[in-house]
């Protein structure tokens, strides 16, 4: 069995392969030179500075040992030949696979303006990212953020918890416009500046400038300029089908696969970032999350080893900034109403999501009781009404079981 | 750094080498414990890497937040008065010699 992508997707498919009892060789592959890391914490911990690197790391040397992955670091695949059933590395060698998993991610996407390529202009993905950003961020005084989405957020509250001056720029006219309800989003723009940083809705950013080779101010459409000596730029990320598309496999904004992560090709799956799911009716969904990864990390080994596994568990996703934790269950993209459990005046509440009376999400923030209970709620479709929701005197936890 | 050992639920023992400042959770998931998932990488998102702590030290170890005491209510498995969440406990030498049972189920 070959992987390619050593992320959290790569690595779980390998662990679960040995899980449901493959004995044979599996070889995983990735292009950076870590060993599998935990990536949520680059844009929190890592940045704040409490967390080693060494934390980082999802699994210990041994463990590769004792499990009899092979990992293959810093190596990059360049083509696939499906019809030979070998994958080519940039060195030269093949690799023979009977299945083949494709865990190759994102990368982050570029501003189309010039200057995007000054010194001072970083995006977040990899560790190397998060460094490059750590080091700026001990220089920096003046932090312009592009982009208000959850890496954005984040980098912006790591640099106001150090005292750095803030300004954050979103093109739409809310925050997290891809991701997060209108409402989430209001909470969040009242957040960021009741803690001190500029956020700027509406600010399209037409140009870099800089100086000897280095930003010096961001240039928006309404002719303003942002002064800063550090740029993290969060305008999304763009999933890694290259390989896929190179071997004629179904992509649609990611490598189309279905819900035990199958590809067109029953030798093939894929998992994470990289994929986008088919769904019965309208466009394929894209999810970017631990959980997503995870999922169909373990339901792509079953699907190699020729067992079903489907996933369909509902999504959920977390996001930390300053003391603010966020957590989603669910997708809100299609509600019709909404209530509210709980008060945003005192930052703890959970905002539930209905479409056509049947719960669709829920937005907990500091109320991770709710998202847990949540959780179940939604995996088990269990109908709930918008009065109960909103009941605080009626705990979540016992509307699981019909009758009690 | 402490020795933990780490008793999953059907008795299988392991001990684990975890360095000062690391949590309990990020020491048994590098060393492949399986009893302990820790999906969410160690940010109290996930309650799966709920665990039974020593009886004896219990006590010593500074108590839960409260969103790690919300997290426990909402384990796959029972919780109980030594229930915690292996990402909220810090390693220090004094828990050297510490023995943490791990639950029937995280998810």
Redesign the interface.
């Known amino acids: 069995m070959v992987i390619v992508g050593a992320g959290q997707g790569g690595l779980q498919v390998a662990e679960s392969l040995r899980a449901e009892g493959y004995d044979g060789p599996i070889t995983l592959i990735g292009e950076e030179a870590s060993a599998p890391y ?1 990536r ?2 680059l844009s ?1 911990a890592i940045l704040a500075g409490t967390m ?1 690197e ?2 980082l ?4 040397a ?2 590769f040992e ?2 009899r992955i092979a990992l293959l670091t810093g190596t990059r695949v360049a083509a696939i030949d499906r019809s030979a059933r070998h994958v080519r590395l940039e060195d030269g060698r093949r690799l023979e696979y009977r299945g083949l998993a494709l865990a190759t991610g994102a990368r982050v996407r570029r501003l189309p303006v010039a200057g995007d390529e000054l010194d001072g202009v970083l995006g977040l993905r990899s560790l190397d990212d998060a460094r490059r950003i750590r080091v700026a961020l001990d220089r920096a005084a003046r932090v312009v953020v592009i982009g208000g989405g959850y890496i954005g957020l984040e980098v912006a509250a790591a640099a106001r918890k150090r005292g750095l001056e803030v300004t954050i720029l979103e093109a739409a006219d809310r925050l997290l416009a891809r991701s997060a309800t209108p409402f989430l989003a209001a909470f969040y723009a009242d957040l960021h500046r009741s803690q001190g940083a500029l956020v700027e809705l509406g600010a399209k950013v037409v140009a870099l400038d800089g100086q000897g080779g280095r930003v010096t101010a961001v240039r928006t459409a309404d002719g303003r300029s942002h002064p800063a000596d550090l740029v993290v730029v969060g305008v999304g990320i763009v999933p890694d089908t290259a390989l896929a598309e190179g071997c004629g496999l179904a992509c649609d904004g990611g490598i189309l696969v279905d819900d035990s992560a199958r590809t067109d090709d029953p030798a093939i799956v894929a998992v994470g970032d990289c994929t986008a799911r088919r769904t019965g009716t309208g466009t394929p969904l894209r999810l970017e999350s ?2 997503n990864a ?1 999922e169909q990390g373990r339901s792509a080994a079953a699907a190699l080893l020729g067992r079903e596994r489907p996933f369909t568990a509902a999504p959920w996703f ?1 996001s ?1 900034q300053y003391d603010v ?1 966020l ?1 989603i269950v669910g997708l809100s993209a299609d509600h019709d109403r909404m209530v509210l459990r709980g008060s945003p005046e005192d930052r703890r509440f959970s905002a539930f999501y209905f479409r056509r009376d049947a719960l669709v999400a829920i937005d907990s923030i ?4 709710d998202h ?2 949540g959780r179940k709620l939604l995996d088990h479709k269990t109908m709930i009404t918008p009065e109960q929701a909103a009941d605080e005197s009626l705990p979540l ?1 016992s509307l699981m079981r019909p009758g009690r | 750094m402490a020795k933990v050992t780490f008793i999953e639920h059907d008795g299988l023992e392991q001990v684990v080498d975890i ?1 000062t ?3 309990l959770m ?1 020491g048994a ?4 414990v399986a009893g302990i998932e820790g ?7 996930c ?1 799966t890497c709920h665990c039974y702590v020593d009886e004896a030290l219990v006590d010593s170890l500074p108590p839960p937040s409260e ?1 790690e005491e ?2 426990l ?2 384990t796959a498995s029972e919780r109980r008065s030594n229930s915690r969440l292996s990402c909220q406990i810090r390693v220090s030498d004094a828990l050297d010699g510490m023995v943490v049972r791990l639950p029937e189920a995280q998810s």
């Open positions: 935990h949520p914490p929190k080693e060494a934390q790391a999802i699994r210990g041994e463990f004792r499990q631990v959980q995870v977390w930390d934790k957590q500091n109320r991770p009781a847990m209970a936890a | 360095p400042g690391w949590t990020q998931v590098q060393s492949g999906e969410c990488g160690g940010s109290c998102a309650a969103t919300e997290m209510d909402c």
